[in-house]
T-cell receptor, first 114, second 112 residues
Framework: GAGVSQSPSNKVTEKGKDVELRCDPI?????LYWYRQSLGQGLEFLIY????????KSGLPSDRFSAERTGGSVSTLTIQRTQQEDSAVYLC????????????FGQGTRLTVV | QKEVEQNSGPLSVPEGAIASLNCTYSDRGSQSFFWYRQYSGKSPELIMSIYSNGDKEDGRFTAQLNKASQYVSLLIRDSQPSDSATYLCAVIATGTASKLTFGTGTRLQVTL
């Protein structure tokens, strides 16, 4: 596709349920990021994939959060046993290579846990 | 010390004035620097990238990089109300496997 695609755009889930958020990066982009943004707050780094290297998971807030990237392309962020504090916009970005090139964001997934 | 620091603002400038947004970073070896604009309720949009010392101009936007002083700035000339947004500075630091690190952003308000 022309840009980074995220789905769904909006997700409402009940507390305690698991959710999966999908990110389809720009074709050929080897680096992929996940960020979280709560209302009125800055970007919170979650996880970074770069090619075949082990992902940088240092930003994942708890073991309820996990992410995978299959075949170096599509990525899925999974949140288990969702809590109300997980409500936020989850943003995905990709870049052509890890060093020196620009990253482009998808439109985000707004997650609401009720 | 945060890796990338920005004043949260809001920075208020009148229409037609120059808006100056600043960012400092902690890793002296950083090589890549970016400015993103984020409108309320939207995702960040890349507006400028700069990799070497000096100025880089693109339309009404000028990015300035000073590696010796470890700061990068964004100037917006002839500010318009449509420039009102949060501006995010991002840096790729050395030794981070090229990971992009963002500042918390500066909110700019352009007043009529």
């Amino acid at each position: 596709g022309a840009g980074v695609s995220q789905s769904p755009s909006n997700k409402v889930t009940e507390k305690g349920k698991d959710v999966e958020l999908r990110c389809d990066p720009i074709s050929g982009h080897t680096a992929l990021y996940w960020y979280r943004q709560s209302l009125g707050q800055g970007l919170e780094f979650l996880i970074y994939f770069q090619g075949n290297s082990a992902p940088d998971k240092s930003g994942l807030p708890s073991d309820r959060f996990s992410a995978e990237r299959t075949g170096g392309s599509v990525s899925t962020l999974t949140i288990q046993r969702t809590q109300q504090e997980d409500s936020a916009v989850y943003l995905c970005a990709s870049s052509k290579q890890g060093g020196g090139t620009e990253a482009f964001f998808g439109q985000g997934t707004r997650l609401t846990v009720v | 010390q945060k890796e990338v620091e920005q004043n949260s603002g809001p920075l208020s400038v009148p229409e037609g004035a120059i808006a100056s947004l600043n960012c400092t970073y902690s890793d002296r070896g950083s090589q890549s620097f970016f400015w993103y604009r984020q409108y309320s309720g939207k995702s960040p949009e890349l507006i400028m990238s700069i990799y070497s010392n000096g100025d880089k101009e693109d339309g009404r936007f000028t990015a300035q990089l000073n590696k010796a002083s470890q700061y990068v700035s964004l100037l917006i000339r002839d500010s318009q109300p449509s420039d009102s947004a949060t501006y995010l500075c991002a840096v790729i630091a050395t030794g981070t496997a090229s990971k992009l690190t963002f500042g918390t952003g500066t909110r700019l308000q352009v007043t009529l």
